[in-house]
């Protein structure tokens, strides 16, 4: 069992910049992938970000150039530097991790956090 705490968020002005951190906890996988996802009202939950346990970041054409996913190995610790935030980013984000690097990526991770509130307003 992974426990999953994603934090961070808020309400930010179009242009501002946020850093969310996702805690894992528990019985944690050697060599794990963890993404970020996101689900805005009315629409299905989207792939944000994934990086592999070395570092190996995929990004979604809406975040590249302007998101930037981490980890912290020893932390357990991953992170998303938003910056340039625009209304559309408005959603709730979700931390994720996975036993395999290709699950994460097809949204079928092993296990979610909560979610944490990002708004972005004009």
């Known amino acids: 069992q992974v426990q999953l705490v994603e934090s961070g968020g808020g309400l930010v002005q179009a242009g501002g910049s946020l850093r969310l951190p996702c805690a894992a906890s528990?019985?944690?996988?050697?060599?794990?992938?963890m993404g970020w996802y996101r689900q805005a009202p009315g629409k299905r939950r989207e792939k944000v970000a994934v990086i592999s346990y070395d570092g190996s970041a995929n990004y979604a054409d809406s975040a590249k150039g302007r998101f930037t996913i981490s980890r912290d190995n020893a932390k357990n610790t991953m992170y998303l530097q938003m910056n340039s935030l625009k209304p559309e980013d408005t959603a709730l984000y979700y931390c994720?991790?996975?036993?395999?690097?290709?699950?994460?990526?097809?949204?079928?991770?092993?296990?979610w956090g909560q979610g944490t509130q990002v708004t972005v307003f004009s």
């Open positions: 994720a991790e996975g036993r395999f690097f290709a699950n994460v990526l097809a949204g079928v991770a092993d296990y």
């Open positions: 528990g019985t944690i996988f050697s060599g794990n992938a």
